[in-house]
């Protein structure tokens, strides 16, 4: 009984610290995520970043649609799970138990997921407008459940799901 309790003090604690350094676990909606996917026709040529990607859901619809996915998870909980998850997706979904902060994101990321806390959400949208700078390619960046303040209005609302697009800005 002992080690039940310490083994559930554990992963309580584990869950609480990764809420606090990001945001709390919140499971997206397979139905939600798959009618977004549709909606911005994702395709074998798209690659996702799923930022805090949980339990992988949104990895595997991804994989699903015939996207690559790359997943950053820092609760190795979550990390497993989703790797699990995606198991039979493994050749399109890679989970890295990474603070995505200190991330180097691939050149050819088309779309960016994330569930992103009104605390850190204009800094994830500004970590993919720096992304787009970087790379010269547009982006879809999508938010679920919150709207990016100070930023144009998302081009699309699918649900709970702002969907903006990213451009390079012209430099001349």
């Known amino acids: 009984m002992l080690i039940i309790g310490i083994i559930s003090g554990f992963v309580i604690a584990l869950f609480l610290l990764t809420a606090l350094i990001g945001a709390p676990y919140v499971p997206s909606h397979r139905q939600d995520v798959k009618a977004l996917f549709e909606s911005i026709a994702l ?41 699990l998850r995606c198991y039979s997706y493994r050749h399109l979904v890679k989970v890295k138990c990474l603070n995505f902060w200190q991330a180097q994101f691939p050149n050819d990321v088309t779309v960016f997921y994330t569930f992103g806390e009104s605390r850190d959400i204009r800094r994830l949208y500004n970590l993919a407008r720096t992304h787009v700078q970087r790379t010269g390619k547009k982006v879809t960046f999508v938010s679920y459940s919150f709207r990016v303040p100070h930023a144009d209005a ?12 990213l451009q390079p800005l012209q430099v001349n």
């Open 154 to 165: 998302p081009e699309q609302k699918k649900g709970a799901m702002y969907i903006y697009t």
């Open 43 to 83: 395709n074998n040529k798209d690659v996702v970043v799923d930022i805090g990607s949980g339990d992988g859901v949104v990895l595997k619809v991804a994989a699903q649609a015939g996207a690559r996915a790359i997943g950053y998870e820092i609760n190795p909980i979550l990390v497993a799970i989703a790797r």
